[in-house]
């Protein structure tokens, strides 16, 4: 893929910083690829993200205050405007040209704020993970969701191009014995991987027993796309076994199936936050399993999963029920 590693993160790429809802007129910081970010909104809406970090002596800047578009300093009061740039220092009328913030390019979609880590001249927008069900009639949505997990980003990423765990982790829920022995295909173009395979007449797994309203065996299928560095997008269903398994069925003759989206956020070096939502037909209520697993008191045992390790890229992670 395009990008450069800085560190042991890709800069030049799209990672969702905040919902939008989290993000109004107060500073906001988080931190993002081992960096402190604050955000906040302008007076017209427009979402602004700096280094939280003040170029004088390095307060963070999140401690400091609004002043209409002007973000203040909480230690001696210099003042930016929402480029970054340095346009009060007070008892000092010159102000050093070196007195400016350094800036992200954000851009908001699917309820979502992505900050684009590296150059802002290259922020490319088509770049983001196209989602085409969501917002589209006869899909609903549930989003907002927030899990942290202690363990490297790329377990995760890891996890969430691997359908075959399923079989095993979770046999509650998406998985049963039916997949065990199905092999998954990987595909790859430029910055994106696709694992899939289909299942075929097997007995429905338990969520899809619940919920899928079938009379006999069904045809499952599992695509785990992976948008590197961090953007996941898992699209699994079923369908009346017999038929043929092609693209249309999945989209029309489906069994209401949720498409899980997980965005994920590395934090630091050892630690990763997920932004998840799910997309469903609407007719699947929205306290199926699947989506409790995005919960906070859900999210917790999740994490505790990851078992604590000299070597964080060892701990298992798992993003599922
Ligand atoms: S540290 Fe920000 S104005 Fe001094
Ligand atoms: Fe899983």
């Known amino acids: 893929m395009s990008g450069q590693l800085n560190g042991r993160f890709v800069r030049n790429a799209w990672y969702v910083a905040a919902w939008s809802s989290e993000l109004g007129r107060s500073l906001f910081s988080r931190r993002i690829l081992g960096e402190p970010v604050v955000m906040f909104r302008t007076t017209d809406g427009t979402p602004v993200a700096f280094v939280d970090r003040c170029p ?18 909480g230690y001696h009061g210099m003042q930016y405007d929402s480029s970054g740039k340095c346009v009060r220092v007070p008892g000092q009328p010159p102000i050093p040209p070196a007195a400016r913030l350094r800036k992200f390019a954000l851009f908001e979609k699917y309820n979502a704020v992505w900050l684009w880590a590296g150059d802002p001249a290259a922020a490319d927008t088509s770049r ?76 429905p797994v338990p969520i899809m027993k619940t919920y899928g309203g079938f009379k006999g065996n069904i045809d499952r299928w599992q695509y785990y796309h992976l948008h590197l560095p961090s953007t996941s997008y898992v699209d699994f269903g ?25 965005l994920r956020k590395p934090q630091a070096r050892r630690t990763i ?49």
Not at 56 to 73: F, I, M, T, Y
Not at 168 to 194: A, C, F, L, M, Q
Not at 238 to 262: Q, Y
Not at 279 to 306: K, Y
Request: glycine content about 8%; charged content about 25%; some cysteine.
């Open 56 to 73: 004088h002596k390095l307060a963070p800047l999140s401690r400091g205050e609004l002043v209409g578009d002007l973000l203040q300093c």
């Open 128 to 203: 983001i993970i196209d989602i085409p069900q969501h917002g589209k009639p006869g899909w609903g949505l549930v989003d907002g969701q927030y899990l942290h997990f202690p363990t490297s980003y790329l377990n995760l990423t890891d996890n969430l191009v691997d359908p075959a765990h399923t079989s095993y982790v979770h046999k509650r829920t998406i998985g049963n014995s039916g997949g065990e022995d199905v092999p998954v295909k990987v595909e790859h173009d430029e910055g994106h991987i696709v694992a899939s395979r289909w299942v075929t007449n097997a007995e």
């Open 238 to 262: 079923a369908v009346d076994t017999g038929g043929e398994l092609t693209e249309r069925r999945r989209r029309e003759d489906s069994a209401p199936s949720p498409t899980i989206f997980s």
């Open 273 to 321: 936050s997920g932004f998840t939502c799910a997309i469903m037909r609407s007719a699947l209520p929205r306290s199926m399993p699947i989506l409790r697993a995005s919960t906070g008191r859900r999210s917790r045992r999740i994490a505790s999963f990851s078992r604590p390790s000299r070597s964080s890229r060892k701990r298992p992670a798992c993003a599922n029920t």
